[in-house]
C-alpha cells in the first residue's frame, strides 16, 4: 500500500464521481499501516475490540499488555498466563479461549507469519486465519487492510463501510452486500483506501 496513497486517491476520484466528492471532503487519506505488532499481536488486539466500545477495549487491552511489563503480548506468554489473570485484566471466557486458541495456533504455524504472509494471496490468509476461535472474515480483513496494508480489501460486512456507502451515496437503506461489491468493482485495485473514505464518512 502506498504510503501517500497519491495514485490511489487519484484512480478512486476518475473512477467514481460520488467518491470523488467525499475524497474531496475528506482530503488526503490517512490510511497506515500497524507495523509495529505482530501479527498475533494485531489478531489479539482485534479479539479484545469484538463487540465492544472502542473506550472499553482499549482500557482492556491496556491491562493485558501491563500483564507482561514492557514486553508486547506473545503466545507464549498468553499460554502462560493464569486464566485468573487474564479475567482481572477484563478479558471474558470467551474472549480467552479465543485468544489461547489464536496463540496455539500462532505457534503451530496454522497462523502463517508476517514473512510466510508476504507471499500468500488476500484468500489463503484469511482462509488460514478463520481456523482461529472467535476470527471471521471481518477480523482476517482488518489484518489485511491495517496490519499487512494489503490494497485492496472491500470488508463489505463492515457495518462503517456500508453506513459510509449510504451517506456517501444517498441510499434510503444500507447497501446489500451485493451492492456494495458491485460498486467497488470501480475501486480496484484500492478498494483499502475506499473503505478507509466510507468510515470517514460516518466521523
Keep these: 500500500m502506498p ?8 484512480h478512486l476520484s476518475v473512477a467514481d464521481p460520488r467518491l470523488a466528492k467525499l475524497i474531496e471532503r475528506i482530503g ?3 490510511l497506515k499501516r500497524r507495523r509495529q505488532h505482530s501479527i498475533f499481536y494485531s489478531l489479539m488486539r482485534s479479539i479484545i475490540y469484538q463487540q465492544l466500545a472502542g473506550k472499553a477495549a482499549a482500557a482492556i487491552l491496556g491491562r493485558v499488555d501491563a500483564l507482561f511489563g514492557d514486553t508486547q503480548a506473545t503466545p507464549e506468554l498468553i499460554l502462560e498466563a493464569t486464566d485468573e489473570r487474564l479475567r482481572l485484566a ?3 471466557r470467551n474472549k480467552i479461549v ?4 489464536l496463540a496455539s495456533k500462532t505457534l503451530d504455524g496454522t497462523v502463517p507469519t508476517a514473512r510466510a504472509m508476504a507471499r500468500m494471496s488476500d484468500g ?3 482462509e488460514r486465519c478463520i481456523e482461529v476461535r472467535g476470527i471471521g472474515q471481518w477480523t482476517a480483513e ?5 496490519r499487512l496494508g494489503r490494497p485492496d480489501v472491500l470488508p463489505v460486512d463492515d457495518y462503517g463501510v456500508r453506513k459510509g456507502y449510504q451517506l ?3 441510499t434510503p437503506d444500507l447497501p446489500t ?3 456494495l461489491l458491485k460498486r467497488g468493482e470501480r475501486w480496484r485495485p484500492y478498494r483499502s483506501v475506499a473503505s478507509w473514505y466510507l468510515w470517514r464518512a460516518c466521523d
Design 168 to 170: 456517501t451515496f444517498k
Design 98 to 101: 479465543a485468544i489461547r486458541d
Design 177 to 179: 452486500r451485493q451492492q
Design 142 to 146: 482488518m489484518l489485511l487492510i491495517f
Design 90 to 92: 477484563g478479558l471474558s
Design 124 to 126: 489463503e490468509i484469511i
Design 28 to 30: 488526503p487519506c490517512g
Design 3 to 10: 504510503s501517500n496513497h497519491l495514485a490511489a486517491v487519484e
